[in-house]
């Protein structure tokens, strides 16, 4: 994937770091400090609104239910309004390739090739090129609502983001020094991470994130194989939960049609792998095919989850066929432009996550609708931790965002210029401050706009549900 940057094998990297400096002519740090809403800023549920158009119409109302749980769970839904926000503004030209939605949920503990747990991001259905402040702000922002949502007073929530920035900051200088192959290969393992807790994590928090190490380790695929299928008459089938998951069956007139089109399809996927991948994939056979609701932002697209067993009945593989639709940044920056939006998701996730999932792939195909639709396909669960920041003291989601900002550093610094970036920041504080300005700002912003979501709701203009 191409990725405009500074960088270049040509150029020193005295020169590369004389760019990053020049970019605070475009972009002073401070200016990161404060958000301001554009005058003519869209209204917020139009912007949902308008991508609520090209999903399922009955699941729309079950996006809104979720996103009116709570601020929080609204700014996880709410990718395309920031996006919106970020794009006018003056940027610093220091171009990445963006996660697109990097919450501090977005990031958790995973599995790699090898089988060893790593802390990484884990969500691209919107990456895309573009500025890499767009990323801190999305993450540093999520930091002050979740730290609001916990009642944690102000100035716990500026030193929380701080600890974030300064921990993406250092990590950039640290990888602006590094050889050019051991950024590449840099990962925040288990041995990385036991360091970190070692050296500035409590006694309790230490002792919880051993058990969140735990706990990933049994987040299987067959801890899901067991959950989510049971054996009937004609074999193991995925259990229905309307309308959180339906069977294919129960969707379609013709289910043995639609089954030879779900076929097409995972022959489709099947030719975006590698050929050892694909020699693998082809010892399993399709059993049972259901479509599941998942996330908050992506509640209405297209996801099915794709049971397939192998030798036998206790030898399964469960896939995830997800509609990737065009990424909420790309009307705001310029880019590489997809023909296939499932392999820019493919191809975005490759670049910027050192825990690829080895069947990792996309495929086209016609929907239910008859209308042609991007798929990108993955395992559906494999040694997945996910954070809960609803249960840290203002302590261990300190930690977490260091975590967090370390690992987008990474990220950052695979797909861009980490001299250019790291000169950009500068040894001191000043965007470390400037950014938990712009958090305090934006935590204001989403506030007043979950609470235009709810008057629409009450209104009538929206309709919401809590299944």
């Not at 007139?253 to 590698?274: F, M, Q, T, W």
């Amino acid at each position: 994937m191409a990725v405009p940057s500074p960088f270049s094998a040509s150029l020193s990297p005295a020169e590369r770091a004389a760019y990053g400096r020049e970019a605070r002519g475009r972009a002073p740090r401070s200016s990161h400090g404060r958000f301001e809403a554009a005058r003519d800023r869209p209204d917020p549920v139009d912007v949902i609104e308008r991508q609520s158009a090209t999903r399922l119409p009955e699941l729309v109302p079950v996006r809104y239910g979720r996103m009116l749980e709570s601020p929080f769970r609204f700014y996880r839904g709410a990718a395309a309004i920031m996006a919106a926000d970020l794009g006018p503004a003056p940027d610093t030209g220091l171009t990445v390739q963006l996660c697109g939605d990097a919450h501090l949920l977005n990031f958790r503990l995973l599995a790699s090739p090898e089988r060893r747990l790593v802390f990484d991001i884990n969500d691209f259905d919107e990456t895309h090129t573009g500025p890499f402040e767009w990323d801190v702000k999305r993450l540093a922002a999520s930091l002050a609502v979740a730290g609001r949502a916990n009642g944690f007073p102000v100035e716990a929530q500026d030193e929380i983001v701080r600890a974030c920035v300064k921990a993406y900051r250092q990590r950039m200088r640290e990888f602006a020094g590094m050889r050019t192959l051991d950024v590449w290969y840099a990962q925040d393992d288990a041995d990385r991470l036991r360091e970190l807790m070692t050296s500035s994590a409590s006694r309790e928090a230490r002792r919880r994130a051993a058990r969140a190490a735990a706990r990933a380790r049994t987040r299987t695929h067959l801890q899901a194989f067991a959950k989510l299928t049971r054996v009937e008459h004609g074999g193991r089938r995925i259990v229905p939960d309307p309308p959180l998951i339906t069977p294919l069956g129960d969707l379609v007139d013709d289910p043995s049609a639609e089954e030879k089109a779900l076929r097409e399809v995972l022959d489709g996927y099947a030719r975006s792998l590698s050929s050892e991948h694909r020699h693998l994939l082809g010892r399993y056979r399709l059993v049972d095919v259901a479509r599941k609701v998942v996330g908050v932002g992506s509640v209405g697209t297209r996801c099915w989850i794709v049971l397939l067993l192998g030798r036998d009945d206790d030898d399964p593989l469960l896939l995830q066929a997800k509609e990737a639709q065009e990424s909420v940044l790309a009307a705001h920056t310029e880019g590489e432009r997809y023909d296939n939006q499932g392999r820019r998701v493919v191809a975005g996730q490759r670049l910027i996550q050192t825990t690829s999932d080895i069947l990792l792939g996309w495929t086209h195909a016609v929907g239910l609708d008859g209308r042609p639709r991007d798929f990108y396909v993955r395992q559906l669960r494999d040694w997945k931790g996910i954070a809960r920041p609803e249960s840290m003291d203002p302590g261990l989601l300190r930690l977490f965002a260091r975590l967090c900002g370390a690992s987008l550093a990474r990220a950052h610094a695979r797909s861009g210029d980490p001299v250019a970036l790291a000169a950009y920041l500068g040894r001191g504080d000043r965007f470390d401050r400037a950014l938990a300005g712009f958090a305090q700002d934006y935590a204001d912003r989403n506030e007043r706009d979950f609470e235009a979501l709810g008057e629409a709701v009450r209104s009538g203009r929206v309709r919401a549900e809590s299944p």
